[in-house]
């Protein structure tokens, strides 16, 4: 991997949530793919704006790996960004204010903060892997987009022998050991934004759709509501166009989906690049089987920098101090790496 990365060569390294089988996928040669729609084999990485292709890695070589063990990191002294708390609360206030218009019902809300940071990708990605078990964990490289790694707790969607998994994802709390979180009806609310859009979009084209129970997630130091979403696809599904449904959901972009999309290109003051967009594995293992995860938990890695991004979704209820502290506590995943 180091070789690969120090010949400036694109790379691919992720672990599943759960498992202990780490995946590489190297391209031998710097040419920019990108998949048409998604029957190409190989790991793919799309920005948020869906405006140009997902970027695909090729396969040229795989390598399959037991992660090995090694024990999660102690956590030091952190030190939090506090600059531009004023612009991240005004920015709030907009979208509050945006949403009682009627204009909008929700919408994800982020910034970008830059640390100094000289640790290697290859250390980075070790101590992704020790200290998230439960999340997906990557490490991505190709010359002409950058690099990025990231542990992120969401689905974007499965697929394999035709049938279809996803998650409705939502809603934060900070991790309280030996205690539930007790939800009020502001996060419950927002998590069900999420289902019934997925619902929306899925119900008509997947057979024995099921949104299951709400449950109380814990993803490092946080809790969310999730939801496992189900179904199976007709034997002529139009991969793509599935994928394009739930891309983006309102746990990322908002309600509506268009509509919030402008608000955050125009408010945000900042290009969210890959950061909500997606990635994962296409017809890598055999044809057909797709495991894609949203971009979230994640940094960009450059020359002494890394840009860790965050957001939050805001309703009608959200309070910009608290909105403030949530993606604070949100950065803490990436922070603790650094
Ligand atoms: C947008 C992020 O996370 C998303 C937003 C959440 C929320 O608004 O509570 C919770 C989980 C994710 O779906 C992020 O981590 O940057």
Redesign the pocket.
């Known amino acids: 991997m180091d070789t690969h990365l120090k010949r400036k060569l694109p790379i691919a390294v992720f672990r599943k949530p759960k498992e202990s089988q780490l995946t590489a996928v190297f391209q031998f040669g710097e040419d920019l793919f990108r998949t048409a729609d998604f029957q190409e084999k190989g790991f793919v990485f799309a920005p948020f704006h869906s405006e140009e292709n997902a970027v695909l890695i090729k396969p040229d070589e795989l390598h399959k790996v037991q992660v090995p063990s090694i024990l999660p990191t102690q956590k030091g002294e952190l030190k939090i960004n506090d600059i531009d708390k004023e612009v991240h609360i005004n920015l709030v206030k907009k979208g509050i204010e945006e949403i009682s218009t009627g204009n909008l019902k929700k919408v994800?809300l982020?910034r970008r903060v830059d640390y100094s940071s000289s640790k290697k990708p290859v250390e980075v990605l070790q101590k992704l892997l020790a200290n998230y078990p439960n999340a997906y964990c990557y490490l991505f490289y190709h010359p002409k987009v950058g690099m990025w790694c990231g542990a992120?707790?969401?689905t974007l969607v499965h697929i394999k022998n035709g049938n279809l998994s996803t998650m409705s994802?939502?809603?934060?709390l900070p991790y309280t050991a030996n205690t539930k979180p007790e939800w009020g009806p502001k996060?419950i609310e927002?998590?069900k934004m999420?289902s019934d859009y997925i619902r929306e979009k899925l119900e008509h084209t997947v057979a024995n759709f099921e949104i299951g129970k709400t449950e109380s997630v814990r993803?490092g130091n946080?809790w969310?509501?999730k939801s496992e979403v189900k179904g199976n696809l007709p034997a002529n599904a139009d991969i793509k166009k599935i994928i394009m449904a739930l891309h983006p959901?309102p746990?990322?972009c908002g309600i509506p989906t268009q509509k919030a999309k402008e608000f955050i290109k125009k408010n945000e003051g900042y290009d969210r690049s890959f950061?909500?967009g997606f990635l994962g594995e296409i017809n890598l293992n055999s044809p057909g089987e797709i495991s894609l995860f949203?971009n979230?938990?994640?940094m960009e890695l450059s020359e002494g920098t890394a840009s860790i991004?965050?957001?939050?979704?805001?309703t009608a209820e959200s309070n910009p101090e608290s909105e403030w502290i949530?993606?604070q506590n949100?950065s803490l995943?990436m922070l603790n790496i650094l």
């Open positions: 994800i982020s992120t707790p969401e994802l939502a809603a934060t996060e927002e998590q999420v993803a946080l969310h509501l959901t746990a990322v950061y909500t949203v979230l938990r994640c991004y965050v957001g939050g979704g805001i949530e993606i949100k995943t």
